[in-house]
């Protein structure tokens, strides 16, 4: 099917239905049930993408808009199977309630004011990637289940990434003198984890378990009942003048570090 202006487009199939776009910046799709693919990028803007519980989307594009943003909102499955990666970018926002996998790399584009959203909201959410790389002004926030295979990575400051759920990455670097990273649950990085100018937060009865600790002017607030495992040994920089560094309970806080 080839739609070339389409405002709204509801599909409702039992089947599969590949959409190619003409011209179609402003694109509201509803996936009520099929097997929908997007096969390339056209440059969507504005708009929402919609998939219901039980319905499929295969997303080969490499990014989610051009520009003026596009809100995606998913109970069904996603599959963003483009090899070069998935860009959430541009005033983009991701609702994923559902499963949704990037076989790729998922970056989010830089450009201050762009600012975009992912949000892993629910306990059934699941989100699967080769890596992910937080730029410029977005947020991730998962209450679901996160397997990222490779790095998560910050590479700038004013980003808020905050897990509530299960996150499982193979290495981290936090940096860029942020204090806006919350673990309320459990967190596991596999090898190396990199905290370099910033904080990082250790919410109430949180978890974290790390291969390797690496920390360079940075330092981790403890709250009561919160505790780390760093399994394989860890390196300590040395830190700038009048800079703290290290493990810090808040008063009357019971925590631990091993």
């Not at 096969?39 to 990014?63: C, F, H, K, M």
């Not at 003198?177 to 990199?194: P, R, S, V």
């Not at 370099?196 to 250790?202: A, I, L, P, S």
């Not at 920089?237 to 009357?252: K, L, Y």
Request: proline share 1%; aromatic share 14%; glycine share 12%.
């Amino acid at each position: 099917k080839e739609l070339a202006r389409p405002y709204n487009v509801y599909v409702n199939v039992n089947g599969n239905l590949t959409i190619k776009r003409i011209g179609a910046t402003h694109f509201n799709l509803y996936i009520l049930k099929g097997n929908v693919t997007l096969p390339s990028n056209y440059g969507e803007q504005a708009g929402i993408i919609s998939v219901a519980e039980g319905a499929t989307l295969t997303d080969q594009r490499s990014a989610t808009a051009a520009n003026q943003g596009i809100k995606i909102y998913n109970r069904g499955t996603i599959n963003a199977n483009n090899a070069g990666g998935y860009d959430v970018g541009n005033n983009s926002t991701i609702y994923n309630e559902g499963k949704f996998t990037i076989s790729g790399a998922m970056s989010y584009s830089p450009g201050a004011g762009n600012t975009s959203y992912f949000i892993n909201f629910g306990d059934e959410a699941e989100l699967k990637a080769a890596s992910m790389t937080l730029n410029s002004t977005c947020h991730f926030y998962t209450g679901g289940k996160v397997t990222i295979s490779g790095e998560t990575k910050v590479t700038q400051q004013g980003i808020v990434w905050i897990n509530n759920g299960h996150y499982t990455t193979k290495t981290m670097v936090f940096s860029a003198h942020n204090g806006t990273f919350y673990n309320y649950c459990q967190l596991f990085c596999q090898q190396d984890c990199a905290f370099k100018d910033g904080q990082f937060n250790m919410m109430k009865d949180s978890y974290a378990e790390f291969g390797y600790g690496v920390f360079n002017n940075f330092h981790v607030n403890m709250k009561d009942g919160s505790g780390i495992f760093i399994k394989n040994g860890s390196c300590f920089g040395q830190q700038g003048a009048g800079i703290a560094q290290g493990f810090f309970a808040e008063s009357g806080a019971t925590a631990y570090v091993r």
